[in-house]
Structure formats: structure tokens, C-alpha cells
Antibody
Framework: QVTLKESGPGMLQPSKTLSLTCSFSGFSLSTSGMVVSWIRQPSGKSLEWLAAIDWDGDKYYNPSLKSRLTVSKDTSNTQVFLKITSVDTADTATYYC?????????????WGPGTMVTVSS | DIQMTQSPASLSASLGETVTIECRASEDIYNGLAWYQQKPGKSPQLLIYNANSLHTGVPSRFSGSGSGTQYSLKINSLQSEDVASYFCQQYYNYPLTFGSGTKLEIK
């Protein structure tokens, strides 16, 4: 059974660095073709793809945010991390991690429940 | 970036009706399109991928079609559990982009 779960600080101040963790089970990120991605959604708005990391450690970023994002994974291939530097109120959103299930197509078949992050002084 | 224009923004229909949601891409995305359903307070759930392939476990009243820049999601025989927001996502090119969403309500 595939599950993903995000965790984060809940609230942080502007200019700080946001650190998020995606813990997953039911699949291994060491499996060829597997990818875990980060996507966020401000309340009442649409979704924005942020970053991804694949089974081989290759990283993919949304160019609009690339300078502020760092995605990584742990050596056991059961967790993926995202750091966002210099946050401001526009980064207030629910952050999801999701699995891309195959080699070729970048759609997401399993999502975590999301973790809400509020940036406020 | 490929822009995804989704319509309508909101939709109200009666139980048993058929509804259609549209997504138009700013360039040809060669069927690289997925549809997601998001119920209030929940994460998105995959419905359709590759424009017209039904994801495992999704009821057959959901279907996707289209090509080039124009795609649609059709829901036949609307059920109360279909109340949700629906999003399209293109994955033909980076960065991946989503439509603005359609909020579906029961009349």
C-alpha cells in the first residue's frame, strides 16, 4: 500500500528557510523510473509544481522558484526533503508530495494529505 | 511555460446529469494531460492520465478526451460524491502546470 505524508513547521517568519519532509512507504525511490515531487496550493487556489527528485538522484525545479529551492532524499530512499529559502507571505500554502509512477509520464498517482504552512511575522 | 486555461470556473448540475469541463493548452501538449479530483480538505486524486486513460479504481462515468491543445473531462450520471474541484495538469513540458480549477456543485 502506497502512502506519503508531509511534515513541516506549521508556521514560520518571513525571510526564514522552510524545511519540509515527505515520508513514504509502499514503494522505493531506488526503483528505476520512480520520482517524488513537491506541489503546493495556496488556500482556495490552484496547484503549483515546485520540484522533484528521481530514483537516480536527478533533481528538477520550477524555474520560477529554482533559486530558492533545494530537493534531496535520504540514503534509505524513504524520505524526500524540500527547502525553500527566504520565505514570504506568498509561500503560505498547503504543501503536498506526490509520486510519479513510471519512466515517462509526469502525472501523479498517489499524494500525501498535505501539510499547511503559514508565513507570518 | 505552457498555460492551461480551464473552464468553467464553477459549475452547478443536477444529480444524474452529464457535465463537461474543458482545458485549453497554450500550445500542443500531445495528450500529456491528467485530470485530478480534489474534495474539500483533501489532496488531489488522479482520475485520468494521457488525456483519456482511466486511472485504476476510478468509476467509468469519468472519461477524458481531446488532442492538440483542447481537452475535456466528462462526468456521466452525476453523483453526490462527485462534488469537488477538478484540475487539469499538462506534463508535456517543464515546468509542469495546472489549470485554475473547476468547482462542481450539485443543484
Amino acid at each position: 500500500q502506497v502512502t506519503l505524508k508531509e511534515s513541516g513547521p506549521g508556521m514560520l517568519q518571513p525571510s526564514k528557510t522552510l524545511s519540509l519532509t515527505c515520508s513514504f512507504s509502499g514503494f522505493s525511490l531506488s526503483t528505476s523510473g520512480m520520482v517524488v515531487s513537491w506541489i503546493r496550493q495556496p488556500s482556495g487556489k490552484s496547484l503549483e509544481w515546485l520540484a522533484a527528485i528521481d530514483w537516480d538522484g536527478d533533481k528538477y525545479y520550477n524555474p520560477s522558484l529554482k533559486s530558492r529551492l533545494t530537493v534531496s532524499k535520504d540514503t534509505s530512499n524513504t524520505q524526500v526533503f524540500l527547502k525553500i529559502t527566504s520565505v514570504d507571505t506568498a509561500d503560505t500554502a498547503t504543501y503536498y508530495c506526490a509520486r510519479r509512477p513510471n519512466w515517462v509520464y509526469w502525472y501523479f498517482d498517489f499524494w500525501g494529505p498535505g501539510t499547511m504552512v503559514t508565513v507570518s511575522s | 511555460d505552457i498555460q492551461m486555461t480551464q473552464s468553467p470556473a464553477s459549475l452547478s448540475a443536477s444529480l444524474g446529469e452529464t457535465v463537461t469541463i474543458e482545458c485549453r493548452a497554450s500550445e500542443d501538449i500531445y495528450n500529456g494531460l491528467a485530470w485530478y479530483q480534489q474534495k474539500p480538505g483533501k489532496s488531489p486524486q488522479l482520475l485520468i492520465y494521457n488525456a483519456n486513460s482511466l486511472h485504476t479504481g476510478v468509476p467509468s462515468r469519468f472519461s477524458g478526451s481531446g488532442s492538440g491543445t483542447q481537452y475535456s473531462l466528462k462526468i456521466n450520471s452525476l453523483q453526490s460524491e462527485d462534488v469537488a474541484s477538478y484540475f487539469c495538469q499538462q506534463y508535456y513540458n517543464y515546468p509542469l502546470t495546472f489549470g485554475s480549477g473547476t468547482k462542481l456543485e450539485i443543484k
